[in-house]
């Protein structure tokens, strides 16, 4: 069974940086692409970034483009998100989440974790 557990969150004023992890088992993950969500209160999920385990290749919503870096470290089955000049509207939970790279639906997903940006 695919576990993946988030780790990161956390307080942070507007323009700093943290990173999130997210670490991977229960499966061989080399067709999987991996994808950090986030929730803010009232508002849908969206994908935030996405990364392949084999190819590397991304995705970035345009809301944080420039500023997340999604990477991955295939020995430690370990996926992370570099956020950099936090903003206020950056403050959602991060959620981790899995899928094969055939399927469209993410159906693996990590308990979260909260990041709060303070003006």
């Known amino acids: 069974q695919v576990q993946l557990v988030e780790s990161g969150g956390g307080l942070v004023q507007a323009g700093g940086s943290l990173r999130l992890s997210c670490a991977a088992s229960g499966g061989t993950f080399s067709n999987y692409a991996m994808g950090w969500f986030r929730q803010a209160p009232g508002k849908e999920r969206e994908l935030v970034a996405r990364?392949?385990?084999?190819?590397?290749?991304?995705y970035y919503a345009d809301s944080v483009k420039g500023r997340f870096t999604i990477s991955r470290d295939n020995a430690k089955n370990t996926v992370y998100l570099q956020m950099n000049s936090l903003k206020p509207e950056d403050t959602a939970v991060y959620y981790c989440?899995?899928?094969?790279?055939?399927?469209?639906?993410?159906?693996?997903w990590g308990q979260g974790t909260q990041v709060t940006v303070s003006s």
């Open positions: 990364i392949t385990w084999t190819s590397g290749s991304t």
């Open positions: 989440a899995a899928r094969q790279i055939a399927m469209l639906k993410y159906n693996y």
